[in-house]
């Protein structure tokens, strides 16, 4: 089938008397202009109003085939229907992105978190929440909540970081947090036609600032782990776990014994309890074992959260999000109190994890940090390490490419 770029033609026109047929004037394939009064067997039906129906419908197939460019002689009905569909569908598909693009701002953002959501991820359903009640709260209160999906810009978005910065004293960190978030959900709704661009995409995420938390000493370690080992034996245990194992929060709330395999001394988790979205597997150090040895471990069925309903092992709830936090605030202010901890400024119960990571890749290596934490990617695991200010290894470096000199004069 040849199709031309510029078809020369006239309406086709039904006409009925003695005899029916269509009749127009179209270019042939040789490029010559023709006069055209195919019948297409219309005078076989004997009905007149269906011959007359068939007729202005051939009418109609003819013109829209001449439309698109192609040549009379190669005209097929059957492509015609093809391609008319087609185009109707394609019409409803605009039309419908058109109306998509059009719902307001807040409805849009509840859809993006619908969609969103992963009924295996709670914390990040919820982190995801967090951020569009926040936005939602900012576009109602400077008038922006009737506005179309459309029209969100990246001026809008730089004017809620700066009211979210100025207004709540947030670091930059947190401030690249949001975008991360927001430029996630704008992605989900460019996806399903609600959004002809993500406003987001091409905004510079903030210069990062240097971390308000910090690693615990070896002294400030020691003491505190044994107290807790002491008087909270709870905390000490989710302490360990977040420091040896590099377990997050979140994971750790929803550990159970089965977790934890006592002849291997590894913890497992699957998939859909990891930020990741992958299986790991975190060893268990040799001088941490001996703790996991007692008979708590063996205590409980291996379905139990182990750190449940009030921080202790529960069959179906586990512990609130801010429990293990707000015990282990307590713990470091009466240590502070007692005059034990000189600082506990930037000490955080995360802090272990920090700590940890720093031990291990300045010890080990930077590849069992990553391996141990479960990380997607080397430059997650980077981002927990804290440098000093001077290390000290530097100087017992071996500079073997350097040989006998003079000594400086």
């Known amino acids: 089938m040849k199709k031309k770029f510029c078809s020369s033609y006239s309406f086709p026109v039904y006409k009925s008397g003695y005899r029916s047929f269509i009749e127009f004037w179209a270019t042939d394939s040789n490029g010559e202009k023709k006069r055209f009064r195919p019948t297409f067997d219309l005078n076989r039906i004997h009905n007149m109003p269906d011959r007359h129906e068939r007729g202005r419908d ?4 003819l013109r829209f085939w001449l439309e698109q460019g192609f040549y009379f002689e190669d005209f097929n009905e059957l492509e015609v229907i093809h391609l008319i569909k087609k185009q109707e569908q394609k019409q409803a598909k605009a039309k419908n992105k058109t109306e998509k693009q059009l719902i307001t701002v807040l409805d849009a953002l509840e859809i993006g978190l619908r969609l969103k959501h992963n009924p295996e991820k709670t914390s990040t359903n919820n982190s995801y ?46 401030i690249n947090n949001i975008i991360t978030h927001l430029k996630s959900i704008f992605y ?24 308000i938390r910090r690693n615990f000493t070896e002294e400030e370690a020691s003491l505190i782990l044994r107290t807790v080992y002491e008087e909270d034996i709870m905390l000490f245990y989710s302490i360990i776990l977040i420091y040896a194992c590099l377990l997050r929060p979140c994971e750790l709330r929803r550990l159970r014994f089965r977790d934890i395999n006592l002849n291997k001394f590894v913890v497992s988790l699957d998939g859909k309890r990891t930020k990741s979205g992958h299986s790991r597997t975190a060893a268990i150090p040799t001088e941490l074992q001996p703790y996991f040895e007692a008979g708590f471990w063996k205590e409980y069925p291996e379905h139990y959260f182990i750190f449940g309903n009030n921080v202790e092992p529960h069959p179906e709830k586990p512990c ?40 291990i890749i300045d010890t080990i290596g930077l590849v069992v940090a990553y391996d141990q934490a479960g990380h997607k990617d080397i430059k997650d695991t980077m981002k927990y390490r804290h440098a000093t200010r001077v290390n000290e ?5 071996n500079f073997g490419a350097i040989v006998e000199l003079k000594e400086p004069s």
């Open 58 to 61: 051939l009418c109609k197939k």
């Open 129 to 174: 929440a967090s951020h569009v009640r926040r936005f939602t709260i900012f576009l109602k209160k400077y008038g922006y909540s009737e506005l179309s999906i459309s029209n969100i810009d990246q001026e809008i978005i730089y004017e809620y970081l700066d009211y979210y910065k100025l207004n709540r004293g947030v670091r930059n960190n947190t």
């Open 188 to 211: 989900s709704l460019k996806s399903r036609g609600y959004l002809k661009e993500n406003p987001i995409v091409g905004m510079k995420k903030y210069k990062q600032e240097e971390k």
């Open 320 to 359: 609130g999000k801010s429990s293990l936090y707000r015990r282990h605030e307590k713990l470091l202010k009466q240590l502070h109190k007692k005059g034990l901890l000189k600082s506990i400024q930037g000490l955080h119960y995360y802090s272990w994890k920090d700590t940890g990571i720093t031990q």
């Open 393 to 397: 290894k530097v100087r017992d470096w």
